[in-house]
């Protein structure tokens, strides 16, 4: 790590230097606030060890700007001086020092106070970055409820994969295809998004996560990322939603482009986690579960809601179903039980 070392007296920045270069830091000096405040703004240290009396600007004035600047603010201080009275302790940390330590020291002192700092640094720096993936990976596909629950805890994001149940929505226009042989490109985008806005507004409502979308389709995942007990009745009842206000949102549309929704649900296990390389990840889900949703979305015509035999046992007590019976499925040997939510 990279420790700023700032003080006046040469002998005495030389034995600091000495010592946190033997923890093996690397390091940068120092010898007047102005250079320490510089240095501090364009080598973005782990650590600042920070003398207070010093030529051209107080270590408290270089504390003080430091901390006032969100670019610096987040770099911990430790104070290091001969002015060792409460009133200029209690200045330094009010100007946000994060550490106190006075002239003249013991080596192994400083040595455990550094260590101390630079292992807090090292952790905020993993929370604050742990907290960036889940704003970038989320904010745009879940409710902001549910985007600030898994910042409080962010342990709640299990990366690269893990085995679960969870319940899977597929949606999708019919005759979409159709139409677009037909209508400019910017009035068909201009359709598609309108759809695409209502959709994923009932799925952050219901408490879904918006998985991806596949030109006129989207998918959706429920208990995941956080855990919900009623996971599969809101995936039907995100798809009952919108069926109930699609009357009146195609009220906008001349009737070329009022196109029922198609729906194919599913609860099952998936793998679930961030998938794609490095700088490019999506959370998403993969295994069966998540094709026989698309298989029953598939099936599905006129605005129907298909649910698997898996779901309905989680909802039959709440939603009325229609039983289809066995439903041979594209890719799978074995039928498929298959019931129409009414």
Avoid: W
Avoid at 66 to 71: C, G, M, V
Avoid at 73 to 87: E, F, G, K, N
Avoid at 279 to 292: E, F, P, S
């Amino acid at each position: 790590m990279l420790v700023l070392v700032a003080d006046d007296n040469n002998d005495g920045r030389q034995l600091l230097v000495d010592i946190v270069s033997g923890m093996g830091h690397n390091i940068v000096e120092a010898a007047n606030g102005i250079d320490a405040l510089a240095l501090a703004q364009t080598q973005l240290p782990d650590l600042i060890i920070l003398d207070v009396t010093m030529p051209g600007m107080s270590g408290f004035d270089v504390c003080a700007k430091l901390k006032s600047d969100e670019k610096t603010q987040q770099i911990p201080i430790l104070m290091l001086t001969a002015l060792t009275d409460v009133d200029h302790r209690v200045q330094g940390l009010k100007l946000g020092a994060d550490d106190y330590l006075g002239k003249p020291f013991n080596p192994r002192e400083l040595v455990e106070r550094v260590r101390t700092r630079l292992r807090s640094k090292f952790e905020t720096d993993e929370l604050r970055s742990m907290q960036t993936m889940i704003r970038q990976t989320f904010e745009r596909f879940v409710s902001p409820s549910v985007v600030e629950q898994l910042l409080r805890d962010p342990s709640q994001v299990q990366l690269g994969g893990k085995l679960q149940t969870v319940t899977v929505m597929f949606a999708d226009l019919q005759g979409f295809t159709s139409i677009s042989e037909y209508t400019e490109p910017v009035t068909l985008l201009t359709v598609l998004n309108l759809y695409h806005t209502i959709m994923v507004s009932m799925i952050r409502e219901h408490g879904g996560t918006v998985d991806k979308f596949m030109g006129d389709g989207v998918m959706a995942l429920y208990n995941t990322p956080l855990q919900q007990s009623d996971h599969a009745r809101r995936a039907v009842m995100t798809a009952q939603h919108i069926r109930l206000v699609l009357p009146e949102f195609h009220s906008q549309f001349e009737p070329t482009y009022r196109m029922p929704i198609n729906f194919g649900i599913h609860t099952g296990l998936a793998v679930v986690g961030n998938v794609g390389a490095p700088d490019i990840m999506n959370y998403t889900a993969l295994g069966d579960t998540v094709n026989l949703a698309a298989r029953l979305q598939g099936l599905s015509s006129g605005g129907q809601i298909l649910i698997s035999h898996a779901t309905h046992e989680q909802i039959s007590q709440d939603v009325v179903t229609r039983r289809i019976g066995e439903v041979k499925v594209k890719g799978r040997l074995e039928s498929v039980t298959t019931y129409e939510v009414l």
